[in-house]
């Protein structure tokens, strides 16, 4: 903990998609200097173990809409302000990355707003951990030649002259926070007649000991995936690149059940863990 530091300052972190090891070194540093770590539910808790200080105080700002147990975007802006105007170095730490599907922009506007002193410190979004550990390249030659993040968390999101572009592109897709929507997903890419070369998955809590991978064309996806309760969070991907599993997957599926990132009391400690792998039984 850094107890010289007298100007308030806010880091913005991104913490990864899960695996502890893919934080950041830049990261690790900040962390090490904070004074209050806001923490969000997507983030390891291996990561609390190994880099805070005993003294850095550790709130909980999680967000898990599907339990209505979210801590309202307003409580964490009012928060950071808070701490950094007692001259804390507070570290937001955000699961993935900490610009791609977060409330980022809120928090700098406060922020600003509040003349506080701000770094945005990167990190592997779960696109990217996800696909890696799949063995699913998103640009791999031949394949694709870009990539999408998207989200479709409720209907409205995609207009219909959206979906048949879509549809068409041989771009990549990945579909964040769309769990909730999946039928209507595949449904869409169906409805305007998807090429059958593209196939879909859907991959469960990515870069942890429980990930799971599940792969279909989405004429058998009723069939083969329609009955699964996937766990929280999954990535859904489309597109050419999700053929390549098969072939260059080099994670097994676990045969673990459960959920890596547990639900916590917001405002209250994260619990401290021995180790990643142990965590996950």
Known sequence: MNTTNKTPKVYLIGAGPGDPDLI????????????????????????????????????????????KASTPQSSINDLMVEYALQNKTVARLKGGDVSVFSNILDELQVLKENQIMYEIIPGVTAALGAAAYAGMPLTARGYATSVRFLTYYKS????????????????????????????????KFKEFKVAPDKKIAVI????????????????????????????????????????????????????KDGLYFKSITNGSLLPKTQNFFEYAV
């Open 204 to 255: 469960e809590q990515a870069t942890t000991p429980f990930q799971k991978v599940y792969t279909s064309s989405f004429e058998e996806f009723d069939e083969k995936l329609g009955h699964k309760i996937f766990a929280s969070p999954s990535l859904v991907v489309v597109g050419k690149v999700v053929n390549l599993h098969e072939k260059f997957s080099w994670l097994h599926n676990s045969d």
């Open 24 to 67: 950041t070194v830049k990261a690790i540093r900040a962390i090490t200097e904070a004074d209050v770590v806001l923490c969000d539910r997507l983030v390891s808790t291996e990561i609390l173990d190994h880099y805070v200080s005993e003294e850095t105080q550790i709130v909980y700002v999680g967000k898990e809409c599907s339990k």
């Open 156 to 187: 409205e999101i995609l207009t219909e002259d959206y979906w048949k572009e879509i549809t068409e592109t041989n771009d990549t897709l990945v579909f964040y926070m769309s769990l909730g929507n999946l039928t209507n997903l595949v449904n």
